[in-house]
């Protein structure tokens, strides 16, 4: 049995408890970490040395169960939990982001870090246990890790920063901040907010500096007690002999490459240099006398050294300003038959975003171990391997198309209008045709532009660029609208989304231990530059969401129906509700709150309906007059469609003034009626007079109705033994 360790963190004014020395004892480190109910595990194993990669193979795995929410996975026929949904996989990149850049330059060991939801209260945030869990993990385990790096999440109530907000507190809060903070300084951000100004922002990013520096601490001390020794590894680095040899050979072509830079020619140039490199050391690669994955590290860490040293001398590669956006070109309805569509690019950066609208029968059903939610705005990101020039594995989209995805929709979340004011489902896919920087950003522009063309009355236009940075250990400089070339060799990402007056989203994720305070304030301001910039732009294209949708595009209007009317207007088995859409060829759904969406094509088809269906639900009052069809002769009297879709009986008695042995005599199926509601019947079925009508055939009344026997008084019948009326017939 191995020795149980438990430590509290203090987080703000909450306590999280690792525990160690429990569960998964073959791992490499294994913590359980709870925070409230909520009990996170995570795991990590080192693998093989694998020589052959150019990249750090780690694996961050995010796996929600929902049995840790008392959840059985919905579906009739497979009850298995399934593989990883969108929210787990942003979820497990948040964690991936930020211990990447930890790991040491030249370890090349597989690395699997896995994180395991298995109780879920829905009340405390699962990122925060699982950050901190996976984080503790890595540092107690013999894994080589530069930690300590922890999350802090932050909203807002009344105005005021809050620390570790609950699901609860989150959705009131106008804003979602998480920064993660490593030895140094900010290492990742995630955030979305409802246009909120940046200092806020930027208060929340100092509080979350100094609590993340107060938990890194605890993570330490929890550290030197119960950690591992790191083993020792094989650093795959270039050597400074590799190094020296490969820099004599390439040092001119760097000098052209740098000198001749265009957008997008850096591929191209990279790789002849790296062609001319392996023809060079063929003959000892072949002899295994060296690895071509660190010979090509060697050429990659030179191109990087002398890159960064010409853009730090004021020599960008394309030859732009530190702050000059590359050219933008917007156009709009390139697809006819879409809903609505535009074309953003921003120098070779090219994406062509699409609108389909829906009925709201067509939202998103999601399932986690929090429950079910529904989604009506979707974005969707899409990038082909033609868009950087290259083939590759097409199909499911990858984890980094997700993200890019996820960022896009945050970014306009704010001001897509609500259900009340556009009831459809509204779907944005960005078909990314050309890759060559901040790809996220041309598709939030572009989705902005095509939702405007679709004639979705969006609230604000939203616009985001990404600032980069080159430094060294003197100084620092931004990059605004960073290329590909700059984003690979430079220190970080950082994105920033939103309006002329505020932001909506951020993502940032950098290469480097973490940034400062001062270089994140001044990322702020050279992207609302740039962000005012590029909104100019596009009010020159379109000022405004058009006021009509595509021909195209299914029109829907929205009946709020009252409880009690919901029934009424679906019908036994929905044979009302059928016999509607049947009637006008529209189509029908009643959400659980009774917001009924008619849709179709045909606008004119749905204002009938939809005429219908108010007229089923109003309050009729006693008084009120109509102008009604005879729809149904009886010889009880006349039923009376006084509203569309609605009637009601005029009685035989008040068709005449006296006796009508025969109502059909005086009228008929499709003759008009003016009619008065004279009150109800027990069942509260309406009753119809009509005056005017009644006032025109007197009848006979001394007549006497030949179908009616006279009544005569007799006494009450006796109840039976049972208590019941009337005979009591025994056997």
């Known amino acids: 049995m191995n020795k149980k360790i438990s430590v509290d963190l203090n987080l703000g004014q909450k306590t999280l408890n690792l525990q160690t020395g429990i569960l998964a004892p073959q791992t490499n480190g294994s913590v359980l970490a709870t925070l409230g109910k909520t009990v996170v595990l995570a795991t990590v194993v080192l693998g093989a040395l694998d020589k052959s990669k150019d990249y750090f193979p780690l694996s961050v795995e995010f796996t929600d169960k929902l049995y840790a929410g008392g959840l059985i996975k919905g579906g009739k026929w497979n009850k298995r ?21 930890l790991f040491p330059a030249g370890f090349k060991n597989e690395v699997q870090l896995m994180v395991t939801i298995l109780s879920n209260d829905k009340d405390n945030d699962v990122v925060i246990p699982a950050f901190l869990a996976s984080s503790a993990a890595l540092m107690i385990s013999d894994i080589p890790f530069n930690g300590p790096v922890s999350p802090v999440r932050m909203g807002l109530k009344d105005g005021k920063l809050t620390l570790f907000p609950t699901l609860t507190d989150q959705l009131t809060s106008p804003m979602d901040l998480l920064v993660c903070q490593d030895a140094e300084g900010i290492n990742m951000i995630e955030a979305e907010a409802n246009i909120v100004d940046n200092d806020t922002f930027l208060k929340g990013i100092q509080l979350g500096i100094a609590t993340g520096n107060d938990i890194n601490a605890q993570l330490v001390d929890f550290t030197k007690k119960y950690g591992k020794t790191k083993i020792e590894y094989e650093d795959l680095s270039p050597s400074v002999e590799l190094l020296a040899e490969v820099e004599t050979l390439i040092k001119p072509d760097i000098d052209e490459f740098l000198a001749n830079g265009a957008d997008g020619a850096h591929m191209a140039g990279e790789a002849k240099i790296k062609d001319k490199v392996k023809e060079y050391f063929k003959a000892r690669i072949k002899a295994e006398e060296l690895e071509e994955s660190i010979v090509m590290e060697a050429v990659d860490t030179l191109i990087r050294k002398y890159f960064r040293a010409a853009t730090l001398a004021g020599h960008r590669y394309d030859q732009r300003a530190v702050d000059e956006i590359r050219p933008l070109n917007i156009e709009l309805d390139l697809l006819p038959c879409t809903h609505g569509s535009a074309l953003f690019e921003r120098g070779l950066t090219q994406t062509i975003t699409v609108v389909t609208l829906g009925s709201l029968s067509e939202q998103q059903y999601l399932q986690d171990s929090n429950g079910e939610i529904t989604k009506r705005y979707i974005h969707y990101y899409s990038a082909a391997p033609f868009s950087t020039g290259q083939t590759g594995r097409t199909g499911r989209p990858g984890r980094r198309e997700i993200g890019h995805g996820a960022l896009a929709e945050k970014a306009l979340i704010p001001v897509i209008p609500s259900i009340d004011d556009f009831p459809y489902t509204i779907t944005l896919t960005s078909e990314v045709l050309s890759q060559n920087g901040s790809s996220s950003m041309a598709s939030t522009c572009g989705s902005t ?72 304030r001044d990322t702020f301001a050279a992207s609302t530059t740039a962000r005012m910039f590029i909104l100019d732009k596009m009010d020159s294209v379109l000022a405004s969401p058009r006021t009509q949708l595509s021909v195209y595009a299914p029109k829907i209007k929205l009946v709020k129906l009252p409880e009690d009317k919901i029934g009424e207007v679906i019908g036994s088995g929905g044979k009302t509700i059928k016999a509607l859409m049947e009637k006008y060829d529209v189509q029908i759904d009643i959400d659980d709150d009774g917001n009924a969406s008619v849709c179709a094509i045909d606008a004119a088809k749905i204002d009938s309906c939809v005429t219908e269906i108010e007229a089923m639900i109003k309050d009729v009052q006693v008084g009120e007059e109509y102008d009604g069809v005879v729809t149904r002769v009886e010889a009880y009297g006349a039923f009376v469609e006084f509203l569309p879709g609605r009637e009601a ?10 006796f009508l042995n025969d109502p059909s005599a005086i009228i008929k199926i499709g003759d008009k009626l003016h009619v008065k509601v004279s009150g109800f019947n027990d069942n509260h079925q309406i009753k119809l007079s009509a005056p005017e009508f009644k006032a025109a055939h007197p009848g006979d009344p001394n007549a006497m109705p030949n179908r009616e026997r006279p009544q005569f008084d007799r006494p009450p019948r006796p109840f039976n033994k049972f208590g019941g009326g009337g005979f009591n017939r025994g056997r």
């Open 81 to 101: 939990d399934g593989g990883p949904s969108d929210t787990a996989v942003l979820f497990g990149r948040i964690i991936d982001r930020s211990v990447r850049p």
């Open 449 to 520: 532009m095509s939702l405007m063309a679709a004639g979705v009355p969006i609230k604000d236009k939203v616009a985001g660029i990404s600032v980069g940075m080159v430094s060294d250990d003197k100084k620092y400089l931004l990059l605004t609208d960073i290329a590909g070339v700059e984003d690979h060799n430079g220190d970080m990402d950082f994105k920033i989304t939103g309006t002329r007056s505020g932001i909506t989203a951020i993502q940032l994720d950098i290469k480097r231990m973490g940034l400062s305070f001062d270089m994140i």
């Open 649 to 658: 009986l005029l009685h035989v008695s008040e068709m005449s003034g006296g």
